[in-house]
């Protein structure tokens, strides 16, 4: 059986005035002192795993708050602040959900320049691949040419693959609790701003956002309200002659807009 062929390296190196870098002080300054752990943990990560990025998603967030005891509002604010001040690139993120720099590249592919058979996937490159070092470059080159496999076989196309397949499962199983159905560009937009998880077991949970709820254009603030869980037990108040409680009927039901109504009379 071949080897498996290493991906990642078991150190990196961490420039001594990494905690005075004007990004990291920005970082430091807008999500606070905690906010570092965050940051070596993802560089941790990176080195570690791909070498040169790492994918961003729903479950590594989850394991970021479960390592630290914070919340995941704390640990998306970090990332944005550290994509905002350039301490990953955002564009790539926005593209393709991953996290790299050409900081990370550069130190990467010096420290593994003399490995063989490679791969990389010239996508996500910000850096030049040659036999004796690393170059930066303003965009991604075509590293074929530099004597690399680039990462388009077999295996990345079934990653590939099954990314797209949970996406599509994700996508039809909220069109299966909605009435009204959610477009696919409306699906994406809405699934770079909220917990997709969340938002899932929030519909599963009241009937009234399944039958009236349009995803297709809503507000941060009413998304914000859902995942807070406050339509879980909401239900329209229906109208009825009584409509003279207007005012406050919007905290009754119906049936007690009646109770309250006969009593008026019988007083």
Same mark, same amino acid.
């Given at each position: 059986m071949a080897r498996p062929m290493r991906k990642?390296?078991?150190?990196?190196?961490?420039?001594?005035?990494f905690l005075s870098d004007l990004k990291v002080r920005k970082i430091i300054q807008a999500c606070g002192p905690n906010s570092i752990a965050?940051?070596?943990?993802?560089?941790?990560? &990176?080195?570690?795993?791909?070498?040169?990025?790492?994918?961003?998603?729903?479950?590594?967030?989850?394991? &970021? !708050?479960?390592?630290?005891?914070?919340k995941q509002m704390y640990v998306e604010e970090?990332?944005?602040?550290?994509?905002?001040?350039g301490f990953f690139e955002k564009k790539l993120f926005d593209r393709y959900q991953i996290l790299t720099s050409r900081g990370i590249q550069k130190r990467f592919f010096e420290i593994t320049k003399r490995r063989k058979n490679f791969h990389v996937d010239q996508r996500y490159l910000?850096?030049?691949?040659?036999?004796?070092?690393? &170059?930066?470059?303003?965009?991604?080159?075509?590293?074929t040419e530099m004597g690399v496999n680039v990462c388009?076989?077999?295996?990345?196309?079934?990653?590939?693959?099954?990314?797209?397949?949970?996406?599509?499962?994700?996508?039809? !199983?909220?069109?299966?609790?909605?009435?009204?159905?959610?477009?696919?560009?409306?699906?994406?937009?809405?699934?770079?701003?909220?917990?997709?998880g969340r938002l899932?077991?929030?519909?599963e949970q009241s009937p009234w956002l399944r039958q009236n709820a349009d995803?297709?254009?809503c507000?941060?603030?009413f998304l914000a309200k859902i995942l807070a869980g406050k339509y879980r037990e909401y239900r329209a108040v229906s109208k009825n002659k009584f409509h003279n409680f207007s005012e406050s009927s919007v905290d009754f039901t119906a049936e007690e807009l009646e109770e309250m109504a006969r009593k008026k009379r019988e007083m």
């Amino acid at each position: 059986m071949a080897r498996p062929m290493r991906k990642g390296i078991d150190y990196y190196p961490l420039d001594v005035n990494f905690l005075s870098d004007l990004k990291v002080r920005k970082i430091i300054q807008a999500c606070g002192p905690n906010s570092i752990a965050i940051i070596m943990l993802l560089l941790g990560t &990176i080195y570690g795993d791909e070498g040169y990025f790492m994918r961003w998603d729903e479950d590594v967030c989850f394991l &970021i !708050t479960e390592a630290f005891g914070v919340k995941q509002m704390y640990v998306e604010e970090t990332l944005k602040k550290c994509l905002q001040v350039g301490f990953f690139e955002k564009k790539l993120f926005d593209r393709y959900q991953i996290l790299t720099s050409r900081g990370i590249q550069k130190r990467f592919f010096e420290i593994t320049k003399r490995r063989k058979n490679f791969h990389v996937d010239q996508r996500y490159l910000l850096v030049n691949v040659t036999e004796t070092g690393v &170059i930066a470059t303003e965009t991604p080159i075509n590293v074929t040419e530099m004597g690399v496999n680039v990462c388009n076989g077999t295996q990345n196309k079934v990653k590939e693959s099954k990314v797209k397949d949970r996406e599509i499962d994700i996508y039809n !199983t909220i069109n299966s609790l909605l009435d009204k159905k959610i477009t696919s560009e409306a699906y994406h937009h809405l699934s770079n701003q909220v917990d997709i998880g969340r938002l899932i077991q929030e519909l599963e949970q009241s009937p009234w956002l399944r039958q009236n709820a349009d995803l297709n254009d809503c507000k941060p603030s009413f998304l914000a309200k859902i995942l807070a869980g406050k339509y879980r037990e909401y239900r329209a108040v229906s109208k009825n002659k009584f409509h003279n409680f207007s005012e406050s009927s919007v905290d009754f039901t119906a049936e007690e807009l009646e109770e309250m109504a006969r009593k008026k009379r019988e007083m």
